[in-house]
Nanobody, 122 residues
Framework: QVQLVESGGGLVQPGGSLRLSCAAS????????MGWYRQAPGKERELVAS???????NYADSVKGRFTISRDNAKNTVYLQMNTLKPEDTAVYYC????????????????WGQGTQVTVSS
C-alpha cells in the first residue's frame, strides 16, 4: 500500500517562510508528477505548484517568485519552499502524487496526502 506523509505546516507571520515536505512510501514502481494543492475555507482546492520526474515545474501565478517546488527522486519526496508568505496563503496544503505500481500489470494511480495547515497571521 502506498502512503503519503506530509509535514512542515504551521503558524507564521506575514513575510515569513515555511518548508513543506511530502514523502511517498510503499510499492512504487515510478513517480511521474508530484504536486502541491491548497484549499482555503469556502474556496475550491487549487494547484499551487507541480514538478515532473524530469524536473519541469509549474506554478500558480499567485505564488510565482515566492514558492519553489523541488523533489528528491531517491527519497520519493517533494518539497515546497514558501517564502514571503502572505495572509492569503493561509490554507490546508495537500500533496498529490501520480505514480505507477506493478499489480500483474503496470497500473497508474493518483494519491492525496492528508493535508497540513498553513496559517499566515500576525
Amino acid at each position: 500500500q502506498v502512503q503519503l506523509v506530509e509535514s512542515g505546516g504551521g503558524l507564521v507571520q506575514p513575510g515569513g517562510s515555511l518548508r513543506l515536505s511530502c514523502a511517498a512510501s510503499g510499492s512504487i514502481l515510478s513517480i511521474n508528477v508530484m504536486g502541491w494543492y491548497r484549499q482555503a475555507p469556502g474556496k475550491e482546492r487549487e494547484l499551487v505548484a507541480s514538478i515532473t520526474s524530469g524536473g519541469s515545474t509549474n506554478y500558480a501565478d499567485s505564488v510565482k517568485g515566492r514558492f519553489t517546488i523541488s523533489r528528491d527522486n531517491a527519497k520519493n519526496t517533494v518539497y515546497l519552499q514558501m517564502n514571503t508568505l502572505k495572509p492569503e496563503d493561509t490554507a490546508v496544503y495537500y500533496c498529490n502524487v501520480d505514480f505507477t505500481k506493478f499489480e500483474r500489470a503496470i497500473r497508474r494511480y493518483n494519491l492525496w496526502g492528508q493535508g497540513t495547515q498553513v496559517t499566515v497571521s500576525s
